[in-house]
């Protein structure tokens, strides 16, 4: 067997490497100028389907990340799947938080953005970051998530606002997601990388934190009992 060597072919397979690795150095981080939230799927039937975490700390969680974008006024769609059907409607507490924003309930897409309607209304919140989180994992979110990013879209999924049957199916679509570019974070990263600097509003910041991460109240509390104690 003769092989051949193809200088064209060879250079244009190290410039895709070197390519590659610039962008995997690159930081692009979220900014709250041009972030929008979009919530996929978040409805009480397939909540039932989630076992890659505790559900007391996944719906807390969820809602955590719906609190982060209100403190943050970020831009917020939301939409459901079949929600007349064993899929159910989107959590109440959740769908509660954001009475004015664009609400899309699809009538049987199973990627959000076969949907006219949810694309049309990601569109409108001028953003070119989405933070994207829903159930489940490998399809609703995905799907949607690869979708948006061949749209052109930056896209982040928050990992710990997304559930699904088990964590074999969970790690393979974060590989899957991963390896087309879109960035992974948990809810607690997504608030602080938004923030950048505690001096923003320190305690707003803490107040956010305390109300999802038990320890941490538990940590402010600590705190502001010895400042208090201090100043007897």
């Known amino acids: 067997m003769r092989v051949t060597f193809n200088f064209a072919t060879a250079l244009v397979g190290l410039l895709s490497i070197a390519s590659y690795a610039s962008a995997a150095k690159s930081y692009n981080r979220l900014n709250i100028s041009d972030a929008a939230v979009l919530f996929i799927d978040h409805q009480v039937g397939l909540f039932n389907l989630v076992q890659d975490t505790n559900p007391d700390s996944f719906k807390n969680t969820i809602l955590a990340v719906g609190d982060t974008a209100k403190y943050f006024d970020l831009k917020v769609v939301l939409t459901t799947s079949r929600e007349d059907g064993p899929n159910g409607p989107m959590m109440p507490e959740l769908k509660a938080k954001f009475p004015n924003a664009p609400y899309v309930a699809r009538p049987g897409q199973i990627n959000a953005w076969d949907d006219p309607d949810f694309v049309k209304a ?3 919140t001028g953003k070119k970051q989405l ?5 489940v994992t490998d399809v609703c979110v ?7 990013k061949a749209a ?3 896209v982040f999924v928050v990992t710990d606002a997304s559930g699904t049957f088990n964590e074999a199916i969970r790690d393979a679509s974060w590989s899957r997601m991963e390896a087309s570019g879109i960035q992974l974070m948990n809810w607690f990263a997504v608030a602080c990388e938004l923030a950048r600097d505690w001096r923003m509003d320190l305690e707003g ?3 956010l934190f305390g109300s999802h991460i038990p320890t941490y109240k538990a940590l402010m509390d ?3 009992g010895a400042v208090a104690s201090a100043k007897k």
Not at 131 to 135: A, L, V
Not at 142 to 148: D, E, M
Request: net charge neutral; aromatic share 12%.
């Open 152 to 154: 052109g879209y930056d």
């Open 222 to 224: 600590g705190y502001n």
């Open 122 to 124: 990601v569109k409108a």
């Open 131 to 135: 933070i994207i989180s829903g159930i």
């Open 142 to 148: 995905t799907f949607v998530s690869l979708s948006a």
């Open 205 to 207: 910041l803490a107040n």
